[in-house]
């Protein structure tokens, strides 16, 4: 053990460079080559060192040292001459800026059919007399990504986007191990490259972070690729580095590249201590092919990882660019899609779900089976029609398959297994939960329980909806909504308003804490605007726009109670489905009961005419765009051109009238505003235009 505080300054800078250099190597060890060199402990011991010399002799911390998490106050790096790019000093981002790519992000052309991958050989055969050979690689189920390393140092990164601009991720994707922010010392790369691949979220990452949501009252996601693009485009970096994400990268980049094959050059990125894959195998001909693809789609599902397919490559490079792209594909690559894993399990039960709008759904009680490196023991059964068609019975043999949602389904019944005697599974004529006859339009495929007011998973649905972040936003979850209902404290949505803090903190593991932070967003959901309330009703078949679209017909909700069929069939998104719910809605007493509770709670049922008012038309018919950051938040500069009448654009276009460039502006947005001739602004201009247009129309 080192005694610390009786160095010297040049031992603690040698062995803080020491240190460094080895915690460099363990990590490439553990990361990217998945075979660590060192315990736990003895890594542990090592990081401990590094941290306490680095403490105590700040002047020789290094901001991309492994003791650093990149987010925090890295700027550059002192023994290169390309700088790592400046961030927030807490990691956290306003927005993402967009680049163009060097190269456009184009796709693979993807099959599920053995003779395409056929045809497309014959293909590549009749385009060429050399020989030839290919690269056959895992298709991993993530999110691309484009890497560009400068001088060895990670200096952009770019998603696919549009496949010409992407955001530049690059402070999220410094938060994945397995992505060296510079590359190994004494690799022989070129001054600088591109490197493309997939970014994902490991089956045990993904379970972890789905569990905390579920911990936490969140939305689940679907499913790991979906989890990976989530997480790569949050605006707070320091979250990304706990999602477990890891990265593949399999497309190399470079000009004067010294390789003659796809295989070398990935093994030239591998020295320079970039992951890529240890699965990508050489394949001279279609057998061999065949044999990659048939060994894989069973190895699969013993992997870690979600993987969908296999990516098949023409190995040669100046036959790859000979092949050269199609506008959407290269001709030298084909995906072949693997079918949807399915596994065989027996069906034990039913359960029959009522949902928030009363919608019956069956869900299979399965004996539990391991597909997609999850175990499943419930499945979706869809409808009473699905039954039929599969004829299911109970303790059926059945195929389910995940097909990239959270809850798998029934595909297929295995026959041949059907015991003798065994019962069919038989849709129930009435609510499982309240009795009432249930109903089914013609035109629909579920059965509805039409008691809204009184089933209880739907009376209990329509509070868990209106306390939604794109309804209410109020801090609670379905955990709390079942507390508060089983304890009778709610019944109706206006009774969330009438809870005391002496109610909460009776609820399990709520402290004072918990609830005030409940307290404190019912106060703040009380200024949301109506539109917003009308949605959180949860009146069946309005959604967010058409909650918007009444309000701003409407503008109140006394004039929508008392319009006609005809006056809301002649409002935007307005069919006869939804008009008659409206009516239905309106016309019970306790419906109307509610509302007036709530506006008694203080919930605006009516525009705010006076906040809708603009303060002046100076911006009449402008459509202006903004970028980079201003000396008032976005929505404050939102908000400023809505008020002098102004829209704000979603994308720079031919009809947009100004773009507003604050500091940090996106490049690719200027580029285009230049391209297209529209005036470029400042903050300060853009208020002097805005002033003098307003005193022009007084």
């Known amino acids: 053990m080192?005694?610390?505080?009786?160095?010297?300054?040049?031992?603690?800078?040698?062995?803080?460079?020491?240190?460094?250099?080895?915690?460099?190597?363990?990590?490439?060890?553990?990361?990217?080559?998945?075979?660590?060199?060192?315990?736990?402990?003895e890594y542990d011991l090592l990081m401990h060192e590094l941290d306490t010399l680095e403490k105590l002799y700040p002047e020789y911390l290094s901001p991309d040292s492994p003791t650093r998490k990149v987010g925090n106050d890295l700027s550059s790096v002192a023994d290169t001459a390309t700088e790592l790019p400046s961030f927030p000093d807490n990691g956290i981002v306003e927005e993402f800026k967009q680049y163009p790519h060097k190269y456009p992000m184009l796709s693979l052309?993807?099959?599920?059919?053995?003779?395409?991958?056929?045809?497309?050989?014959?293909?590549?055969?009749?385009?060429?007399?050399k020989k030839f050979t290919y690269?056959?690689?895992?298709?991993?189920?993530?999110?691309?990504?484009?890497?560009?390393?400068?001088?060895?140092?990670?200096?952009?990164?770019?998603?696919?986007?549009?496949?010409?601009?992407?955001?530049?991720?690059?402070?999220?994707?410094?938060?994945?191990?397995?992505?060296?922010?510079?590359?190994?010392?004494?690799?022989?790369?070129?001054?600088?490259?591109?490197?493309?691949?997939?970014?994902?979220?490991?089956?045990?990452?993904?379970?972890?972070?789905?569990?905390?949501?579920?911990?936490?009252?969140?939305?689940?996601?679907?499913?790991?690729?979906?989890?990976?693009?989530?997480?790569?485009?949050?605006?707070?970096?320091?979250?990304?580095?706990?999602?477990?994400?890891e990265c593949t990268l399999y497309h190399l980049i470079a000009p004067d590249l010294k390789a003659e094959t796809h295989l070398e050059a990935l093994a030239m990125a591998a020295s320079w201590g970039l992951p890529v894959s240890e699965h990508a195998r050489e394949c001279k001909d279609m057998e061999e092919i065949n044999q990659y693809i048939r060994t894989w789609d069973k190895k699969r599902k013993s992997l870690p990882f979600a993987t969908d397919g296999i990516?098949?490559?023409?190995?040669?490079?100046?036959?790859?660019?000979?092949?050269?792209?199609?506008?959407?594909?290269?001709?030298?690559?084909?995906?072949?899609?693997?079918?949807?894993?399915?596994?065989?399990?027996?069906?034990?039960?039913?359960?029959?779900?009522?949902?928030?709008?009363?919608?019956?759904?069956?869900?299979?009680?399965?004996?539990?089976?391991?597909?997609?490196?999850?175990?499943?023991?419930?499945?979706?059964?869809?409808?009473?029609?699905?039954?039929?068609?599969?004829?299911?019975?109970?303790?059926?043999?059945?195929?389910v398959e995940k097909g990239g949602e959270i809850i798998p389904k029934i595909t297929r019944v295995e026959i041949s297994r059907r015991e003798a005697g065994v019962p069919e599974a038989i849709f129930p004529r009435d609510c499982p939960a309240c009795g009432t006859r249930l109903v089914k339009d013609e035109d629909e495929a579920k059965h509805f329980c039409p008691n809204s007011d009184f089933c209880p998973p739907q009376r209990k649905g329509k509070f868990i909806h209106f306390i939604s972040r794109k309804a209410m936003n109020i801090n609670a979850g379905e955990a709390t909504i079942d507390q508060l209902y089983s304890k009778n404290y709610i019944s109706e949505l206006s009774d969330l308003y009438k809870l005391t803090r002496e109610q909460l903190l009776t609820l399990d593991k709520w402290k004072d804490k918990s609830a005030d932070n409940f307290l404190k967003s019912l106060q703040e959901s009380k200024q949301l605007p109506f539109h917003r309330i009308l949605f959180g009703l949860g009146i069946r078949f309005i959604g967010e726009t058409t909650a918007r679209n009444l309000a701003d017909a409407f503008k109140n909700i006394d004039n929508l109670m008392k319009a006609g069929r005809e006056e809301l069939l002649a409002t935007e998104d307005v069919g006869e489905k939804l008009a008659d719910s409206l009516l239905d809605y309106f016309a019970q007493p306790r419906h109307r009961k509610v509302i007036e509770e709530l506006k008694e709670a203080g919930l605006q049922f009516s525009e705010n005419e006076q906040e809708k008012e603009p303060v002046s038309s100076a911006l009449a018919g402008k459509t202006i765009m903004i970028t980079g950051n201003f000396s008032v938040s976005r929505e404050e500069m939102k908000k400023y051109i809505e008020s002098h009448a102004g829209k704000v654009g979603s994308s720079v276009s031919g009809n947009t009238a100004y773009l507003v460039a604050g500091e940090k502006s996106g490049s690719s947005k200027l580029q285009k505003a230049q391209k297209l001739g529209i005036p470029v602004v400042s903050e300060d201009e853009f208020y002097k235009i805005v002033e003098t247009e307003q005193h022009k129309s007084k």
């Open 311 to 399: 990516v098949i490559k023409v190995n040669q490079l100046d036959l790859q660019r000979s092949l050269g792209y199609t506008a959407k594909s290269p001709r030298w690559a084909v995906a072949y899609k693997f079918k949807p894993e399915e596994a065989l399990t027996r069906l034990n039960s039913v359960d029959y779900q009522v949902g928030r709008t009363g919608a019956v759904t069956p869900v299979a009680n399965l004996d539990p089976v391991q597909l997609s490196g999850t175990i499943v023991k419930r499945a979706t059964l869809h409808n009473a029609e699905q039954m039929e068609l599969l004829d299911i019975h109970l303790g059926d043999y059945v195929y």
């Open 135 to 245: 690269s056959c690689e895992l298709k991993f189920d993530g999110t691309a990504i484009c890497l560009t390393y400068t001088k060895g140092i990670l200096t952009r990164a770019l998603t696919r986007g549009d496949g010409a601009v992407g955001d530049d991720v690059l402070l999220n994707v410094l938060q994945i191990p397995s992505v060296p922010h510079r590359l190994l010392k004494g690799g022989n790369y070129p001054e600088e490259f591109e490197i493309r691949g997939e970014i994902y979220m490991p089956y045990q990452a993904f379970d972890k972070l789905n569990h905390q949501r579920e911990l936490n009252e969140e939305p689940l996601f679907a499913n790991p690729r979906n989890a990976a693009a989530g997480s790569l485009k949050l605006l707070d970096s320091n979250q990304v580095r706990e999602r477990g994400l």
């Open 109 to 129: 052309g993807n099959t599920y059919d053995p003779s395409e991958i056929y045809a497309f050989n014959e293909r590549i055969q009749k385009a060429t007399d």
């Open 2 to 41: 080192f005694d610390f505080l009786s160095m010297k300054k040049n031992e603690a800078k040698h062995r803080i460079e020491e240190l460094t250099r080895i915690l460099r190597a363990h990590n490439h060890s553990y990361y990217v080559l998945n075979n660590p060199t060192v315990s736990d402990f």
